[in-house]
């Protein structure tokens, strides 16, 4: 079993940044793991924003690309969303996901209000 936890989240004026934490606890091996994160907006679908591989390969939604960057830290069995110029189409609940070739764990969330 794996458990995720995310932190980071809060309030930011359009243009400001966040830097969004998810750590990892349990019983695995991190290297199995390709590493999300998603958000979902009030009345919207959740939606894949940004992902991460064991090897460092990335890949992000187009409306992210050039302003969030995904990492990870294996020491550290963390991943982060480093998030810039933020947009109020930025706002809803982020969640942090492992995913290995026959195993998905999710964490609960984290809240990014974009707000003037």
């Known amino acids: 079993q794996v458990q995720l936890v995310e932190s980071g989240g809060g309030l930011v004026r359009p243009g400001g940044s966040l830097r969004l934490s998810c750590a990892l606890s349990g019983r695995f091996l991190f290297s199995d793991y390709t590493m999300e994160w998603h958000r979902q907006a009030p009345g919207k679908q959740r939606e894949l924003v940004a992902v991460?591989?064991?090897?460092?390969?990335?890949g992000y939604t187009d409306p992210v690309k050039g302003r969030f960057t995904i990492s990870r830290d294996n020491a550290k069995n963390a991943v982060y969303l480093q998030m810039t110029n933020l947009q109020p189409d930025d706002a809803g609940v982020y969640f942090c996901s492992a995913r290995s070739y026959n195993s998905e764990y999710w964490g609960t969330g984290t809240l990014v209000t974009v707000a003037s």
């Open positions: 991460v591989k064991d090897g460092g390969a990335t």
